[in-house]
C-alpha cells in the first residue's frame, strides 16, 4: 500500500493521544492518529471515572492539585457533556486521624481548590448511607468523567479538522532516517496489511506502552513501570456524591458514583506486564473491606464486575543506580535533547484529568522544535455536544425513553439502550466487535452484564451489519467471553446467581460454544 502522509502522527487512541490529536488538528496540522485496538480501549478505559477537583493531592503533592483544579474548571467548560457534576466529599472515618483535615483544609486554601468543612450531619443529609460514626466532612468540586465519552469527543472534533484516525493499527516500527523519526509502520489488525506513515513528527502517546514505542525507534531506558489498580462496579448508586477518605493517598479510598453503578478503587501495584493485568481475591477481599469503611453494608450490596487499569510510572535508567527518578506526575520526553533524536516526542503518566495540559505541553514542544508559532486553542474551543454547556445527568435516557414510550424497542433494559440508538451505533462505528458496542452506549454494563441483551444485539448486529451467522457467533462469544473475565472474581451473592442464570441461558438454552464459527 502507498505511504500515507502527514504532519503529525500520533501513536495511542487513549484520553492523552486523543487530547493530541484534537490540540495538533485545532492548531492546523495535518493529523493520523494510530491505534492498536478500539478508542480508550487502554487505562483511560479502565480508570475510576474521577474529574479530580485537586483535593486528594492538596497535602502530599500542591502543584498536582493546582494542576487539576484548573484543568478542571477547563473541562467542565469544553466538555461538559462528558461530565456529570456529583460534586465530593472528603470524609474522615473513625479509622482517620481527624487532625488531618486541618492540613487538608490549608493544602486546599495554598492550592485554591475550593474545600470547605461541612457539618457531619449535612454530609449524613446529603449522603444518607454514608458511615454514620465520620467525624468530619469537607466538599470540594470533585466530579464524575465519561472517559470513553471524552475521548469520542475529542477525536470526533480532530476529525471534523481533518485528522485521520486509524483503530484497530498497530505500530510495530518507527521508521528512521539517520537522527530524525519519521514516521512508522502501522499494521492493520482486522484487514491484515502493513502501512507506512510517512510524518514530520511522531507523538507517542501510548500510556503504558511508551516504553515499548520508544524503544522501536531505537531508543534505550524509557523504562515505564505499570502501576496495577483495581476498581469494583456496586450495583446501584450507593451514593450520589464522589466520596473521599480525609486522609494521605491510599488504596481502596475512593467511591465514585458513575451512571446506574458506583465504583470503589482503587490499589497500586507495580506488576511486570501492562497488558491483561489479573485481579487477585486479595484484592478484591480488600477494595470491599475499604468500601465498608466508608458505607457500611457494602459487602452486602451486589458487586457487578471488577477490573483492572495500569499507571505509567516512568522511570529514567539514563539516570541509573540511586538517583532514579520515578514520577507520578506527566512526564514529556525530549528525545531530542535526550536521545538527539529529532522528529519525536513522548507524553505519558498523569491523569485523565490533565489530559489537556498533557496534550498542550507536548504539542508546544513540537512547535517550538519545528519553529512554527501556532498557540494553543483547547481552552477556550467547546467540543462538539457540550456547546450548551450542560453538565450529563443521570436520568437522561429514562427522561428520553419515558418521551417515546411506544416508539422504540428497547434492547438493554439495564442501561436503557433503545434499538434505534443501538442501530444507529452499528452503523456509525462499522464494527461486528459487541464490546466496540459496550464502549459506545454502555450495552450490557449493567446488573445482569448482558445476560439479557446480548444475544438480543447479537441478532440485529447479524442484520445491520450484514454478517455471516458464524462472524455474529464468533462476536457473541468474545464478548461473553470478555464479560466473564470481570465477573468470576467477584462471585459471591447476587452476582453468584445472576451467573448462573445467564450461564443457563448461554450455555443450556444457546449451547454457544456449540454454535457455528
Ligand atoms: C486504576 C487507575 C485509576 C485511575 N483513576 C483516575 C481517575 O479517577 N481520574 C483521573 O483523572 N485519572 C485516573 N487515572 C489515570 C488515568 O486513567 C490515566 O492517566 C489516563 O487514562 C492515561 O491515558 P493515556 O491516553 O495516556 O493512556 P492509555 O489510555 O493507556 O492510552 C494509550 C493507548 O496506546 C495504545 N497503544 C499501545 N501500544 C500501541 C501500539 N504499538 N500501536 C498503537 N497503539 C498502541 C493502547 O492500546 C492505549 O489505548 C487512573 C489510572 C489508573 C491505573
Redesign the pocket.
Known sequence: MAPLQTDVLV????????GVAWDCALRGFDTIL????D??????????????SGGRYAVKDPDAARECIEENAILRRIAADCIEDTGGLFVTTPDDDPAYGDQFLAGCAHTGVPGEEIDVAEALRREPRLNPRIRRAFTVPDAG?D?WKTVWALVGAAATRGARVLTY????HVLRDGDRVVGAR?HDERGGADVDVEARFVLN?????AG??AGMAGIEGVEIIP?????IAMNHRLVNTVINRCTMPADGD?L?PIRTVSVI??TDIRVKEPDEPEVTQDEVAQMLDDGERLVPGFRDARALRVW?????LFQDAKAGGETRDVTRAHTMLDHRARDGLEGFLTI????????RL?AKDVVDAMCAQLGEDRPCRTEEVVLPGSEDGEAYHLGERLAAKERHLLDDQLVCECELIPRGRLEETMRARETTNLDDIRRSLRLGMGPCQGGFCIYRATGILHGVERIDAREANASLRDFLQERWKGVWPILYGDQLRQARLDDWIFQGLLDVEHLPS
Open positions: 501513536i495511542g487512541g487513549g484520553a492523552t493521544g486523543a494510530a491505534e492498536r485496538r478508542l480508550g480501549e487502554g487505562t483511560s478505559g479502565r480508570f475510576h471515572g474521577l474529574l479530580h468523567i472517559a493499527h498497530r505500530v510495530v502501522l502517546a501510548s500510556g503504558a506502552w515499548q514505542i502501576g496495577k489498580g483495581i476498581m475512593i465514585v478503587g482503587t483492572a487499569g495500569v499507571r505509567p505519558t503518566g498523569g491523569k485523565l484529568t490533565t489530559l498533557m
